[in-house]
């Protein structure tokens, strides 16, 4: 028998620039009992109590969608907690290979393409393993998350999970008040629920 969230307050917003699976991550958010609201508008994004930068796509379009609305200099100027999620996370690196795209710069890494011998995408369920920060609390090493995509973040300073798919790399990465995740966890099951349940309750602000 499910059990209905109670609803949150808190402001959630969710980045709408035309490159996102958002209405996917906004149902996973209302089962919560959060309420995301959709906008590409500086201010309100400025207000929020949480934000969220999706991203499904190519790289150097969206990145392109970014810059025709000043979001590309909004958002590494935004000090509430932020979580990109796959394309979002990549865009929030140095460069990705996926077009030549100069990302955000938030973490220190370039987004580089899989081996020629791997499938790509990479795409289904894999495990997620080494996880560190507050962001993956109440989660068990080697959980399945479901992931899409055929470009990583290598491992670095910044990694705070890992994955392995012919070589280990960043599954999740954390700056300051900024986190990304390759995967989804609006389709990852209870443990992508307990991930952004996690990072709702983020409180850096203080």
Not at 95 to 123: A, N, Y
Request: neutral net charge; proline residues 3%; glycine residues 8%.
């Amino acid at each position: 028998m499910s059990i209905e969230k109670r609803k949150v307050s808190e402001k959630v917003v969710i980045i709408n620039y035309g490159a996102g699976n958002i209405q996917s991550i906004k149902f996973a958010l209302e089962r919560l009992g959060y309420e995301g609201v959709l906008s590409h508008d500086a201010e309100e994004i400025k207000s929020a109590d949480k934000v969220i930068f999706p991203g499904v796509g190519e790289a150097s379009s969206a990145m392109k969608k970014l810059k025709s609305t000043g979001l590309d200099k909004l958002i590494p100027l935004l000090k509430q907690p932020v979580l990109g999620i796959c394309l979002g996370m990549q865009l929030m690196c140095n460069r990705s290979e996926e077009g030549d795209t100069d990302g955000l710069g938030i973490f220190d890494v370039d987004v580089i393409h899989f081996e020629k011998t791997l499938k790509v995408p990479h795409i289904g369920w894999n495990r997620i393993k080494e996880l560190k920060t507050p962001l993956f609390e109440g989660v068990a090493e080697q959980k399945f998350v479901y992931l899409v995509h055929s470009f990583y973040a290598p491992v670095c300073a910044e990694t705070i999970a890992k994955c392995d798919y012919g070589v280990n790399y960043s599954s999740a990465l954390n700056k300051d008040n900024f986190y990304g995740v390759q995967f989804h966890p609006e389709k990852s099951s209870s443990a992508g629920e307990k991930i952004l349940e996690n990072f709702l309750k983020l409180d850096l602000r203080s």
